[in-house]
């Protein structure tokens, strides 16, 4: 990192850690997650397993739980292979295509109710993220004399991303529950939405009517909620329809909350 400055900043990029009402309400409540439980104890995650059984005798050795804990083990190993160095590892073998849908919305459903739509505290948290980056391209749109462009580079995870996503209003075309899944054109896909090196890019032109921004996602243009047909609206417009939030989200006022008044979101 010679010649950069950088800063370890927690606080702006682990702010779930510091949110009452998302630690209390989601994080450490074993009711968060239950449509995740039902679909782990349901007829399509025991179909996975009856077909596993046949190639490595698991429930020979293991209770049932860790047996659900080293099915999904196996398929991270082969995902990761695969994504990371491209290679079919042998863990590959023991899944078949439907094996692999039935495990990757596992995943989904559980990033879903963790920290994406499904409890409407996960995104909240995501508050000081969502104001930094705004004023930063308020700065960044205003007139310059001198030195570089000015740029701001966040480093984090998917914990980080995924609720800063969720509350800008994208992937929300349904609430996934068990069934979801069978429906056709699933836009909350998280292996799409944060492979490795996931990012998350926000451009700021410099235009005759006005600064316009452009949003990315992994390097593919992504239309902001409300305007599906401009790939780069004007700033001041993003603005507008983002003002809820920036006026309104309160990150001390909405974590302290109790948290049984941040249940699930069912919005479709």
Not at 139 to 154: F, H, T
């Amino acid at each position: 990192m010679d010649g950069y400055n950088y800063e370890v900043d927690d606080e702006l990029m682990r702010f779930f850690e510091r949110c009452r009402g998302y630690v209390e309400g989601v994080e450490n409540n074993h009711t968060a997650l239950l449509e995740v439980e039902k679909f782990k104890h349901g007829e399509e995650m025991q179909a996975v397993r009856k077909r596993l059984k046949g190639n490595v005798p698991f429930d020979l050795f293991f209770p049932f739980r860790a047996l659900l804990d080293l099915v999904e083990a196996a398929f991270f190993i082969c995902s990761y292979e695969l994504s990371i160095k491209s290679i079919h590892s042998p863990w590959c073998f023991l899944f078949d295509e439907s094996d692999a849908k039935v495990l990757e919305y596992s995943f989904d459903l559980k990033q879903f109710w963790k920290r994406s739509h499904g409890h409407l505290i996960s995104s909240l948290s995501s508050c000081p993220l969502f104001h930094h980056i705004f004023r930063t391209l308020d700065k960044a749109g205003r007139p310059r004399r001198w030195g570089p462009e000015p740029a701001s580079v966040l480093v984090g995870h998917a914990e980080t991303l995924i609720p800063l996503i969720s509350l800008l209003g994208l992937y929300k075309d349904q609430t996934l529950t068990i069934t979801a899944h069978l429906s056709v054109g699933r836009s909350f896909r998280t292996s799409h939405i944060i492979p490795y090196a996931a990012n998350l890019l926000f451009v700021l032109y410099d235009c005759q009517r006005g600064p316009r921004l452009q949003l990315l996602i992994n390097e593919t243009p992504l239309h902001f909620p409300n305007f599906q047909t401009e790939d780069a609206p004007l700033y001041r417009d993003v603005r507008a329809a983002y003002r809820y939030l920036l006026d309104g989200c309160d990150f001390n006022r909405e974590c302290e909350r109790k948290p049984e008044g941040r249940g699930p979101n069912t919005e479709l």
